[in-house]
């Protein structure tokens, strides 16, 4: 894995040797970057489910004043600090713990975000779950983004506030870019 383009570009990501994470190829990277281009200016990220952390550093390759990592397993946590050591980031927040956990100190901290990427474990309702946190919390920017990667088969249209603007098909997964109703006019 590596970073697909900006600062960082070429930027070796290291990977747990053997676990059941599922990395986002660079096929997949480059595509979610370039459906947010335009990026906002001094924008902030959430990689929630970060594993090893590829989506936020791209978003800190892209320019983002500040990205917050959130990831639960151990082994994957610190491969993401070393990830970020290596590219020196001063920008890069992380925190250890279960998504919900996670989502609950961010609320306690006051932060919010322009674009909040989530790929969870397929097999859990945790997509919904987080959506529903996240919103509950108001984490997302007024005119933010969200992105998720999930399998295919997995429908949570019926959740009220958000508007599908984009979503793109790669094998068993989905893309799919959300921002508010309200925002509509993106």
């Given amino acids: 894995m590596r970073v697909v383009a900006g600062k960082y570009k070429g930027f070796n990501i290291k990977s747990p040797k053997a ?10 990277k480059e595509a979610v970057m370039a459906m947010l281009y335009p990026y906002k200016k001094d924008f902030t990220a959430l990689d ?7 989506m936020g550093i791209e ?12 990831e639960l397993n151990n082994s994957n946590y610190k491969i ?27 609320k306690e901290n006051n932060k919010t975000f322009d674009y909040i990427y989530l790929d969870p474990p397929y097999k859990e309702d945790y997509l919904k779950i987080s959506l529903e946190y996240i919103l ?6 007024k ?6 990667e999930s399998d295919r088969n997995i429908d949570f249209s019926d959740m009220t506030n958000l ?6 098909k790669y094998g068993r997964k989905i893309i799919k870019i959300y921002c508010y109703e309200s925002d509509i006019s993106r």
């Fill in 19 to 28: 676990n059941n994470s599922r990395p986002t190829d660079n096929k997949v």
């Fill in 48 to 54: 929630l489910f970060s594993c090893t952390g590829q």
């Fill in 59 to 70: 978003f800190l390759s892209h320019g983002a004043k500040e990205v917050v990592f959130g």
């Fill in 80 to 106: 993401l600090k070393e990830n970020i050591e290596k590219i020196q980031s001063q920008n890069a927040l992380t925190i250890r713990g279960d998504f919900r956990k996670v989502l609950e100190i961010l």
């Fill in 136 to 141: 509950t919390y108001h984490l997302l920017n």
């Fill in 143 to 148: 005119n933010g983004i969200i992105i998720s």
């Fill in 163 to 168: 508007n599908l603007i984009k979503e793109k």
